[in-house]
């Protein structure tokens, strides 16, 4: 990460704005080259969502170079080239963009948390720690250091076309006035950073459509970045009961059930209704642990309803799972807790999931 600025902390909303910006100012047209355009995507997905504005720089740079975890690109459009990244090295976290040449210079580096802050989407509220900037040395500094760290994994004219860019660089001193433009970029990322407020739903609950539009599935995620916890919990009461005891209060008591459920969350997790008695919560950024923690609460929540409602004990039966999977896996989550059920298992757990494309 470039020196003498403290990060910032991001979330993908304002950083995708930025990366933007970054690539438009590639493609502008203008004589002051060499240009070269570093980029890591940290998954497929991301990249193949700005496929043909890559293209579209490499028909202009000397140099293109694209890096993400897993193999290459399919179809990897003419001049770019792709650097594979492992997903144990700490460039897999990295989000980055830079373009330079001897009179412009523009960076992003920016290092996902692994958390969330509450946005419309689950993606657009990923947090990043890291910088940007519009400032030519900044960003010779940023590709110096991308060239030493993939030195190995460039082919050989990609390297020599980024020695012969940042030689030419080294030789022009940088314009006035950057800071200047730096300053008033900064101001129009921040006002577009406000974006949309969280999905709503009449009683705090989420169906299923609105659960795949909020977690990305149908947008660009991607598999293998933000841990997601998920809770499968069915809440039951005993067969007959409303027969039995003449109950009258349904409606309440169903109210008192769905609160219970609700107040574990936080305000960046979402819970979904899948039928009357069976609700799924999806936790971001929490292991195991603090799942299986949130089930005990959620145990204790419910089973104090028997004193509001003497002749009705619920029983609960979860199924926990965390997962870097994308669509998220809400229907291994369901049938989980069928077997729970079905088992008599207070909280059953879903099977390990594969290692991801590259870890060792």
Avoid at 130 to 158: C, T, Y
Avoid at 159 to 179: H, K, M, Y
Avoid at 261 to 286: G, I, K, M, Y
Wanted: glycine share 8%; proline share 8%.
């Amino acid at each position: 990460m470039q020196s003498g600025r403290t990060p910032e902390r991001f979330t993908k909303r304002s950083l995708v704005a930025v990366s933007h910006a970054i690539e438009r100012a590639a493609l502008a047209e203008a004589e002051d080259g060499p240009l070269v355009v570093l980029a890591l995507f940290q998954r497929l997905p991301y990249f193949d969502r700005e496929r043909e504005v890559y293209r579209r720089i490499a028909g202009r740079a000397t140099a293109t170079v694209v890096g993400m975890v897993g193999g290459p690109p399919p179809d990897l459009p003419d001049g770019v080239c792709a650097v594979v990244l492992d997903e144990t090295e700490d460039l897999a976290r990295e989000w980055s963009v830079m373009a330079l040449t001897p009179r412009f210079g523009a960076s992003l580096v920016a290092y996902d948390r692994g958390e969330v802050t509450p946005a419309a989407t689950l993606e657009t509220g990923r947090l990043f720690d890291g910088r940007w900037g519009f400032r030519r040395d900044a960003a010779l500094h940023e590709v110096i250091r991308l060239r030493e760290r993939l030195a190995e994994r460039l082919p050989g004219p990609a390297r020599t076309a980024l020695d012969e860019a940042v030689g030419r660089v080294r030789d022009i001193p940088a314009g006035a006035g950057e800071s200047r433009a730096d300053a008033a970029l900064r101001l129009l990322v921040r006002r577009g950073d406000r974006g949309a407020p969280p999905v709503e739903t009449a009683d705090g609950m989420l169906d299923e459509a609105g659960l795949r539009r909020w977690s990305g599935a149908d947008g660009v995620t991607a598999s293998g970045t933000l841990p997601v916890a998920l809770v499968g919990l069915r809440v039951a009461e005993p067969a007959g009961a409303p027969e039995r005891f003449g109950r009258r209060s349904a409606a309440r008591e169903s109210q008192a059930v769905l609160a219970a459920v609700t107040s574990v969350l936080r305000p960046v997790d979402r819970a979904v209704r899948v039928a009357d008695n069976e609700f799924q919560l999806v936790l971001p950024a929490l292991g195991e642990p603090e799942a299986l923690a949130v089930v005990g609460r959620l145990h204790e929540t419910i089973g104090a309803l028997a004193r509001a409602f003497p002749f009705v004990a619920y029983t609960v039966h979860a199924a926990v799972a965390v997962t870097t999977r994308r669509p998220l896996p809400t229907t291994d989550l369901r049938a989980a807790v069928e077997w729970a059920v079905r088992e008599g298992v207070p909280v059953a757990g879903l099977p390990p999931e594969p290692a991801p494309v590259g870890a060792h």
